[in-house]
């Protein structure tokens, strides 16, 4: 079929017009998305959950272990933020029965340091491990990596109980695949000038001794998402 004369140049100035704009917008359009920024990721959420060594009994904020602990962290590159889920006195159980709430914070990682107040109020070390278990299975159903850190029993309760109480952590560690870093108080337990007057929880530079030791291990932890 012909078109009627002179239709083929008006569909020509028809649509010229709207092809330059077509392709002008095609263009502007890939300019754009070349330069837009790229999308800012949100610091990994590290989620401490522990006790008073963790809240930071008897120091200011940023002297806690994760105020440091975080601090450390982005000194050596890693865009972090770490949650402090410490409360002073927290046995086992208290931590097992505030999960949950602590979850609401969406961390990335959980650091897990609970077990020194069952040991010192001579606790059943059976119901020590189940609270344990417990966390860290949650920890994990919810694919949050693992750094469980270990306590040791007072040496007043006796060898036995001491025993019992190491084969907590040895049990947890059979069952899960976690990071574990034997004794949180490494380097400071014991030490007059790195513990406040009550000698059980540690001063600031104290704190900082923890994180020096423990920062390897929670690395290695940060590694294993990437």
Same mark, same amino acid.
């Given at each position: 079929?012909?078109?009627? &004369?002179?239709?083929?140049?008006?569909?020509? %100035?028809? @649509?010229?017009?709207?092809?330059?704009?077509?392709?002008?917008?095609?263009?502007?359009?890939? +300019?754009?998305?070349?330069?837009?920024?790229?999308?800012?990721?949100?610091?990994?959420?590290?989620?401490?959950? #522990?006790?008073?060594?963790?809240?930071?009994?008897?120091?200011?904020?940023?002297?806690?272990?994760?105020?440091?602990?975080?601090?450390?962290?982005?000194? %050596?590159?890693?865009?972090?933020?770490?949650?402090?889920?410490?409360?002073?006195?927290?046995?086992?159980?208290?931590?097992?029965?505030?999960?949950?709430?602590?979850?609401?914070?969406?961390?990335?990682?959980?650091?897990?340091?609970?077990?020194?107040?069952?040991?010192?109020? #001579?606790?059943?070390?059976?119901?020590?491990?189940?609270?344990?278990? &417990?966390?860290?299975?949650?920890?994990?159903?919810?694919?949050?990596?693992?750094?469980?850190?270990?306590?040791?029993?007072?040496?007043?309760?006796? %060898?036995?109980?001491?025993?019992?109480?190491?084969? +907590?952590?040895?049990?947890? @560690?059979?069952?899960?695949?976690?990071?574990?870093?034997?004794?949180?108080?490494?380097?400071? &337990?014991?030490?007059?000038?790195?513990?406040?007057?009550?000698?059980?929880?540690?001063?600031?530079?104290? +704190? #900082?001794?923890? +994180?020096?030791?423990?920062?390897?291990?929670?690395?290695?932890?940060?590694?294993? %998402?990437?």
């Amino acid at each position: 079929m012909s078109l009627p &004369a002179g239709w083929g140049c008006a569909w020509r %100035r028809f @649509l010229r017009p709207r092809l330059v704009r077509s392709r002008y917008g095609l263009v502007l359009l890939i +300019v754009n998305l070349l330069l837009a920024p790229a999308a800012v990721a949100a610091p990994w959420r590290i989620l401490a959950l #522990g006790d008073s060594l963790t809240a930071g009994y008897g120091l200011a904020n940023d002297q806690s272990f994760p105020a440091q602990l975080e601090a450390a962290l982005k000194s %050596r590159g890693h865009d972090v933020r770490v949650i402090n889920g410490g409360v002073s006195g927290d046995t086992t159980a208290g931590g097992l029965a505030r999960l949950d709430w602590a979850l609401a914070d969406k961390p990335d990682f959980a650091i897990v340091e609970l077990g020194a107040n069952d040991g010192l109020r #001579g606790l059943d070390p059976e119901q020590t491990y189940a609270n344990l278990d &417990a966390i860290v299975a949650r920890l994990r159903s919810a694919e949050i990596p693992v750094l469980l850190a270990g306590m040791v029993a007072p040496p007043n309760l006796g %060898r036995d109980y001491q025993e019992a109480f190491a084969n +907590v952590y040895a049990r947890v @560690l059979q069952k899960h695949p976690v990071i574990f870093y034997p004794f949180f108080l490494e380097g400071v &337990a014991t030490k007059a000038g790195l513990n406040q007057e009550d000698g059980l929880h540690p001063t600031a530079h104290g +704190v #900082g001794v923890i +994180v020096e030791h423990i920062l390897p291990s929670v690395e290695r932890m940060l590694a294993s %998402r990437g």
